[in-house]
Structures are given as structure tokens and as C-alpha cells.
């Protein structure tokens, strides 16, 4: 008997297990915020929806005893409205955006056991065990906006937002600076309301900075006021990158804002043709509102997420009594008794799953919505393009499909019909004014100019150039801050810089440049020396003057030692009779005064009565024959080149003289690529002449390269320029020349800001006009063309051995008039000591010499004479 009472209570329990069921209404309740209308429609309007679609509660229907509404800190009033909601009897409890005054409600439901359901941004790292919250966790919306930024690779960034407790859900990407990439953040928050130009300001000082890259925490309806001030202030541009944190980015009505040429990025959970979406707006619910905005026909975030909470609630009541009861009973806020079935309920749905419009709905371990996806979307013409993917369960979270060739193209449009500004230096040949120039013709021209107009006619763009004001290339100061060409670049007041601009590795870390269209190197300008003018004795000059000492040395030296080998050698003792056999006496022919007149003779190549009989003698002979035989004819052969070149005299040949001397002064142009070269080499050459650049700065540097040309011409001065500016200049003034070769190898190219969409485009564009020839066109007839090719003709004669004239070998007439001057001398010498030792007093020596002058002049072919005297009868 006992143990069939057993089975039968068995039976029925398990019979009673299988018969759990939902009751024929499931009371709920919901306060809202005042200002949250939007999810209070969303919500009514899903409830409806719900209670159409018999396949989620096939038997029953949610019934919604009370909506309220509260004001955002009337914590009271929302505690007094909450607890006339439980005193009916409610399974769950639902709100959009919480507020202060909601957040207490949720210290209620806690005690009570009511699941408290909410779609609103929470800072909590684990929620309430009764709260559950369909808004994705920050940890995940945080990551997925960090991972965004790092793929697009910024290495600076501000984070604009219009509360500073924002900073919360944006925290990983705060933490990018400590990374390897060391990227600047910097963090502003939006001053006063919307729509009275309360933010001008601060977007103004954000402008100033040069700031290019923006992640705007703004809610969406106030989007449109932020980037309309944001385009008052100039922010608005193809150089400037916007990341939006609104999940509805495609919704606002940009065509009112800006233009295509803004970078806006963005996260949404959906598109506008989502099919989730279509289907929550395909079959309308008589008697409700459908949740959009005024005018518009777009399911906006905060709708869609208590959609997706209305709907977690019902699936997972639904499954909840297939294992449970499900008993709603009225409770009370005196007597603070739970709900029975809240705890078990409210574990259910943490580990129940959905999906929804937002996506799969899932909570982990800490309550907290993380397995959330994202779609990555782009501004485009004609609204929003979807070009990524962001999920937490994918391995690297992000996939870009971003078309960079469709990117191209969009770019390759939106530069047609637009207006570059171009700022630039007066600098011949790039850029110079035209003296010609009407209102109908440029005003500016030049090499860059030139180029300039055709990139304008290819591209179909259009421009306006101006001067730099203070007619630099750009210089990086010690705050950081650039000036000149660079820093209106860098500052973004500026779409293309127009000059000689050298590409190098500090300019490039502020500015993009386009390819190089010049290549370059530096090299140094300086005054070309004088044709040395002929020296009258310059015929001494093949030889140095040691050369000319060691051989007047070794001839007196080798005659001295010929007249004492001569007078040692027995052979060199003769008679001076030859037909006598009896000798009484000998004679030496080499006398002192006959040494050194044969040796005279050998260097001259002329012959004399004197010959070397003995062995020792002749060695001297030989080997002074074959010392002159080497000496004159090295000084014959250079000799040549002495008189028919006209030389140049240059003190410098190349850098490393220029470094090792201080006689002549040199420098370069401020704020320029060659000063920054020599500031940053680290070759022992160059830093020796940086150390004297930077010692005499303000007397050896000039602000233009004219202004540097001009000091070269003065005299004693190098110019270190870049080799293209000096070729132009000496081509147009013969005085200048360049000395040495290339320093550096380097290119010039066009500068825009950083991240300019049209730097490939222009890029190209140069590629194809080098490709043509266009480019050394151009150069041509800038350097060569318009050049003073007489210099060129000038040098190239000057080269050339030419006819000597008397300046070259006037010396030679000079010794020559020396030597018969001299000789007379010395024969009116000889001529008066023979006479005065012969002399009887008969005659005068001047009328004796009177006599022999006649006898020359009037006997020519008389070889002989008496011995005695010269007289008139001979």
C-alpha cells in the first residue's frame, strides 16, 4: 500500500513538471526619463510587436501595467512610481537611459528580485545580479574603437567629448600611448550646450595645435552642431580624420554638414538595409507609434537595443517554464519579500542567448554584454559605405575590406573643380613674378610653375599661390613648432607646397611629399679666381725653384770637381806643341774658367773645343750629359704646357680644404635642407664645418639663396647650395663656378600635409610627366635655354693651347737684351785693359777704341788685322 502511495505522488510530480506554462498575461513595468521618448516608443512599440507574433508566446501576451516617466533626479518620485508598479505585480522591470534618479530604482529591484532590464552605457566592471543590460560593456566598444585607430595607424589623436565620465568606455584606447607606436592623445571636453557656438573656441585652440585626428564623443543629435562649428573653424577638409562613437552614424543627414572630401568613420550595429531592420519596420502594429525620429525613416541604436531587450525577455520567458513555474505575485516596498521565481529567472536570462537587431545577446560570467559585433563604416557621397568588420570572436577582432583602388578613384573626382590653395617663395628658376604679366596672365612663373599648370590641366583642378611671409623653406624651432613653407603644411593653411623643396627625413616626419621631380646634391659656389696674367719670366716656372737651386748647385759642384779630376789625371797634361819631341812643359785645357764653360756648353747642347781625354773626365762628362739630357728635357716638355695654358687659381678644391682653412668665409641659407644636412651628418668633415657655421651663424648664413649668390660675388665667400640652384645661377654669370663634387644625393619634390588624399594622385601624375619628358622639358628650358652659354664657350677656349704671345716669352728677350748689354760691358772691359797695358801714351784709349769701331763697321769682310793697332791705311 505504502509504495503505491509512492509511485503515484512520483507520477505526479513529473507530470506536474511537464505541465509549467506561462500565464495568460505577463505584467511588466517600465519608467522612463523624460527626455528618453525615443525608448519609451521603442518600447511600447515592441511590446506590440511581440504580442503580434504568436510563435514567441504562443498562449500568452506581456501586458504593460504602467509607464512612467520621472525626471532625471527625482529619485523620489521614480521610488514612489516603482513601487506602485510592484504593488500590481510585474515580472520585470525596463528603462532606457539611465539616470540618477533610475538608478536608484535599481538598488529596489535588487532587493525585491525583480530583473531590472536597462539599454544604457554602464560603468560598472560586474553588474547587479537582477540588472540586465543589453548595452554592450565598455570593455568591448573601447577595444574595438582602440583596435580601429591603431589600424589606421595615428600617431596623434584628441578625444573630444561632452562628458568627462565618457573617458570611462574610451579607456583602452587611452592606454595606446603607453604602447610601442607612442601615440599623443590629447583630451578636451565640449563647454556649455549645443547651438550657440559655445564650442568654437575650443575647436579654434584644437585647429592652432595642428591636430588632424579626432575621436568625437558627441551624442548624435548633436553631431550636426558640432561639425557645423567644426567647418566654421576650418576643421573641415580632406587632411582631417573623424572617429564618431554615435552607433548611428547613418542616420544624420551629413549632406547638410559637410562634404565628401571629410575623413568620418564610424560603428554601427546595423545598416539601413539590415534585414533585421526591415523586418522591424515591415509589419506595423496598429495603435503604435513607430520609434524614430522627427522626419526621419532610420532605426536609431537606443531603439533597437530595447527592442532587443523586450525580445530577450520574452524568448527567455518562454523557455524559463518549460522547467519552472512562473507565478507573478503582487509585491510591496514595506515588506520588502522577493519575487519567489526572481532569483532563478534572473540567473536564466544571464545564461539564456539571443539574437537580436543588435546582434547575438549574451552575457559572461560577470553579467556583462561583451560578444558583440560591430560594422566599420565610411562617409561617402551618398551617406554611409560599409567597409569592415568588428567582432570579439574573431582572432584579430578587425577586418578592413576597405577598397584602396575604388579609394583612389573617389579621390581621383573629388580633387576635379577644386580650389588648392598653394603656398610658396620667390626663388629663381622655381618660382619668379613675371614682369610681363596682365590681368589676363599668371602671375607668378617658373620650372615649379610650369609643372604646376600642367598638373592643374591633367587633374582639372584649380589654385591660388601665395608668398610665404617669411620666405623660408621651414624650420622645426626647439618647442617643435615649423615656420615657413613646412609650417603652413604642417598647420594644415596650405594644400601644396610649391618650391625647390628638398625631401629629407625631419620634414617628412611633419609633411608628405609627393614623388621627387629633381634629383640634387649640395655642392659648393664660389667666385671664380682670375686668369692668372703671364709673368714676364714665367718660362722659369716648369721648374720650382728648389729644382732651380739644386742645379745651379751641381753645376758649380760638377765643374769645380771636373777642373780637379782634370788637374789630378796625368792624361790631361799635354804639350802644347805637338811637333816638338822634347816637351819642357805641359799644359791643363782645363782651366777653372774652361771647366765651367764646357759644363755650360752641355746644358746647352752646344759643342766646344774642349774634349776629355782621360777616363775620370769623360765619367764626369757622361754623367752630367745625361743629368742635363733628363733635366732639359722635363723642363722642354713642361714648358709647353706653362706657356700655352692660361691657369686658374683656385685656393679651395673640395670640401676638406674649405673645412681646413679659415682665410675665406662660408655658409648656407637658414632654415634650409643644407643647413639641416650639415646640423645632422656625422661625418668628421661636415660636422667640422657645421661647428664653424654654427660658431659664425649670424655673419655667415643669408636668408635666400640670392642673397647668398650676391655675398659670393663679393669676394671670398662659399656658398653651400643645392647643386640644381647653383648649375642655374652659373649658367647666367660666368664669374661663378662650383668646386668639388656632390656632397649629398637628395631629391626635390611638392610638400602637402600629412595624410593629403591628393598626394598618390599628384604623385602619379609627376611619374607620368617624368615618363613623357615633360619634366626635362621644362628643365631645359628653364637652365639651358634661357642660360649665358658664353660662359660654357669662354672656358672651353680659355682650355685650348692658344699662340704665345710677348707676355708669355718676353722674358727670354728681356735676358736676351741683359746678356748683349752685358756682353758689350764686358768687351769695353777687355778692351780697355789690352790697351792700357800696350798703350805708350801716343794715343788716347778713346780714340784707339774710336779707330777699332770704324775698322768694324767699315771692313765686314776683313777677317784680319795687324797686330800692332787699327789705323786707317790697313
Not at 542616420?251 to 523586418?279: C, H, M, S
Not at 692668372?532 to 720650382?544: A, E, M
Not at 764646357?598 to 762628362?621: E, K, W, Y
Not at 788716347?844 to 768694324?856: K, N, V
Request: aromatic fraction near 12%.
Amino acid at each position: 500500500m505504502k509504495l503505491s502511495c509512492i509511485c503515484i505522488i512520483i507520477v505526479t510530480c513529473i507530470d506536474s513538471i511537464g505541465t509549467f506554462s506561462l500565464p495568460a498575461e505577463i505584467r511588466i513595468g517600465a519608467i522612463f526619463d523624460n527626455q528618453d521618448i525615443l525608448s519609451r516608443q521603442a518600447f511600447e512599440y515592441s511590446v506590440a510587436k511581440i504580442n503580434n507574433q504568436s510563435q514567441i508566446l504562443k498562449n500568452s501576451k506581456i501586458v504593460v501595467t504602467h509607464i512612467d516617466v520621472v525626471e532625471a533626479h527625482d529619485s523620489f518620485s521614480a521610488y514612489k512610481l516603482v513601487c506602485g508598479q510592484l504593488e500590481t505585480g510585474i515580472a520585470a522591470l525596463f528603462t532606457g537611459q539611465l539616470t540618477p534618479s533610475l538608478e536608484f530604482v535599481s538598488s529596489l529591484t535588487r532587493q525585491l528580485h525583480i530583473p531590472f532590464f536597462l539599454s544604457s552605457p554602464d560603468s560598472q566592471t560586474k553588474v547587479e545580479y537582477y540588472t540586465i543590460n543589453v548595452y554592450p560593456h565598455y570593455t568591448a566598444t573601447s577595444q574595438a574603437y582602440s583596435d580601429l585607430i591603431k589600424f589606421q595607424r595615428w600617431n596623434e589623436i584628441a578625444i573630444i567629448t561632452e562628458h568627462a565620465k565618457n573617458l570611462l568606455y574610451l579607456q583602452d584606447l587611452l592606454k595606446i600611448s603607453s604602447d610601442k607606436n607612442q601615440m599623443t592623445i590629447t583630451v578636451r571636453q565640449l563647454q556649455g550646450r549645443p547651438g550657440v557656438d559655445n564650442w568654437y573656441s575650443l575647436l579654434l585652440q584644437l585647429k592652432e595645435t595642428g591636430i588632424s585626428k579626432f575621436l568625437v564623443d558627441v551624442k548624435t543629435d548633436n553631431l550636426h552642431d558640432f561639425f557645423r562649428q567644426a567647418k566654421m573653424v576650418g576643421l573641415i577638409g580632406p587632411y582631417y580624420d573623424f572617429v564618431l562613437t554615435s552607433f548611428d552614424v547613418s542616420v544624420v543627414q551629413w549632406d547638410k554638414i559637410l562634404y565628401t572630401l571629410v575623413n568620418i568613420t564610424g560603428l554601427q550595429f546595423f545598416g539601413r538595409d539590415d534585414p533585421a531592420v526591415r523586418e522591424f519596420f515591415d509589419k506595423t502594429v496598429p495603435g503604435a507609434d513607430i520609434p524614430v525620429h522627427h522626419n526621419e525613416w532610420s532605426l536609431r541604436a537606443p531603439a533597437a537595443l530595447m527592442h532587443d531587450a523586450v525580445y530577450l525577455f520574452a524568448r527567455a520567458v518562454n523557455k524559463f517554464v518549460e522547467q519552472h513555474s512562473f507565478i507573478i505575485t503582487p509585491l510591496t516596498c514595506r515588506a520588502q519579500e522577493p519575487w519567489i521565481h526572481g532569483s532563478a529567472f534572473s540567473l536564466f536570462i544571464k545564461t539564456f542567448e539571443a539574437n537580436g537587431i543588435t546582434g547575438k545577446i549574451k552575457f559572461d560570467e560577470n553579467g556583462l554584454r561583451t560578444d558583440v559585433s560591430f560594422e566599420v563604416v565610411d562617409l561617402v557621397a551618398d551617406g554611409v559605405n560599409r567597409n569592415g568588420f568588428w567582432s570579439s570572436n574573431l582572432p584579430d577582432r578587425l577586418e578592413i575590406q576597405r577598397n584602396f583602388t575604388k579609394d583612389y578613384e573617389v579621390r581621383k573626382q573629388e580633387i576635379q573643380n577644386q580650389v588648392l590653395k598653394v603656398i610658396s617663395l620667390l626663388e629663381p628658376p622655381y618660382v619668379t613674378l613675371n614682369r610681363n604679366a596682365t590681368n589676363g596672365t599668371q602671375k607668378y612663373v617658373g620650372f615649379c610653375i610650369d609643372i604646376l599648370v600642367d598638373l592643374a590641366e591633367r587633374l582639372n583642378f584649380t589654385y591660388e599661390i601665395e608668398i610665404v611671409k617669411d620666405k623660408t623653406f621651414g624650420k622645426k624651432n626647439e618647442k617643435g613648432e615649423w615656420n615657413g613653407i613646412i609650417g603652413e603644411l604642417v598647420y594644415r593653411r596650405a594644400d601644396l607646397g610649391l618650391a625647390g623643396l628638398t625631401i629629407t627625413y625631419q620634414r617628412e616626419q611633419a609633411i608628405d611629399f609627393t614623388k621627387p621631380f629633381l634629383t640634387l646634391g649640395i655642392n659648393i659656389l664660389f667666385k671664380k679666381a682670375k686668369h692668372v696674367k703671364p709673368k714676364l719670366f714665367g718660362f722659369f716656372s716648369p721648374l720650382s725653384f728648389d729644382v732651380w737651386l739644386y742645379m745651379i748647385a751641381a753645376y758649380f759642384a760638377v765643374s769645380f770637381s771636373l777642373y780637379v779630376v782634370a788637374r789630378l789625371s796625368p792624361y790631361e797634361w799635354r804639350s802644347p806643341y805637338a811637333c816638338r819631341r822634347t816637351i819642357d812643359e805641359l799644359e791643363n785645357q782645363f782651366t777653372l774658367f774652361n771647366s765651367f764653360w764646357f759644363l755650360i756648353c752641355n746644358i746647352m747642347h752646344q759643342g766646344t773645343d774642349l774634349n776629355p781625354v782621360a777616363t775620370s773626365t769623360r765619367m764626369i762628362s757622361c754623367l752630367w750629359g745625361f743629368c742635363t739630357l733628363i733635366l732639359v728635357s722635363s723642363y722642354t716638355a713642361n714648358l709647353a704646357a706653362f706657356l700655352t695654358v692660361q691657369r686658374m687659381q683656385t685656393p679651395i678644391e673640395n670640401a676638406e680644404d674649405l673645412a681646413s682653412q679659415t682665410k675665406i668665409t662660408y655658409g648656407v641659407q637658414r632654415g634650409g635642407s643644407t643647413e639641416n644636412f650639415f646640423r645632422e651628418s656625422k661625418i668628421a668633415t661636415y660636422e667640422r664645418m657645421w661647428h664653424y657655421i654654427s660658431a659664425n651663424h649670424a655673419s655667415v648664413t643669408v636668408a635666400s639663396s640670392t642673397e647668398g649668390i650676391k655675398k659670393v660675388l663679393e669676394g671670398n665667400y662659399a656658398f653651400l647650395i643645392e647643386s640644381t640652384t647653383s648649375e642655374y645661377n652659373i649658367m647666367r654669370n660666368c664669374e661663378l663656378t662650383s668646386i668639388g663634387g656632390l656632397l649629398d644625393s637628395k631629391g626635390y619634390g611638392f610638400g602637402v600635409p600629412e595624410n593629403s588624399p591628393y598626394r598618390d594622385i599628384l604623385s602619379d601624375t609627376i611619374l607620368k610627366l617624368q615618363d613623357e619628358g615633360v619634366i626635362q622639358k621644362y628643365y631645359n628650358k628653364w637652365w639651358k635655354e634661357e642660360a649665358n652659354l658664353k660662359c660654357d664657350e669662354e672656358d672651353k677656349r680659355k682650355e685650348l693651347a692658344s699662340a704665345l704671345g710677348f707676355a708669355n716669352i718676353g722674358g727670354v728677350f728681356v735676358i736676351l737684351a741683359v746678356g748683349l748689354v752685358l756682353s758689350m760691358i764686358v768687351a769695353a772691359i777687355e778692351f780697355y785693359i789690352k790697351i792700357r797695358h800696350r798703350n805708350s801714351g801716343q794715343i788716347t784709349i778713346r780714340e784707339e777704341m774710336s779707330q777699332y769701331f770704324r775698322y768694324a763697321l767699315f771692313n765686314i769682310k776683313s777677317h784680319r788685322r795687324r797686330s800692332t793697332h787699327v789705323t786707317g791705311h790697313m
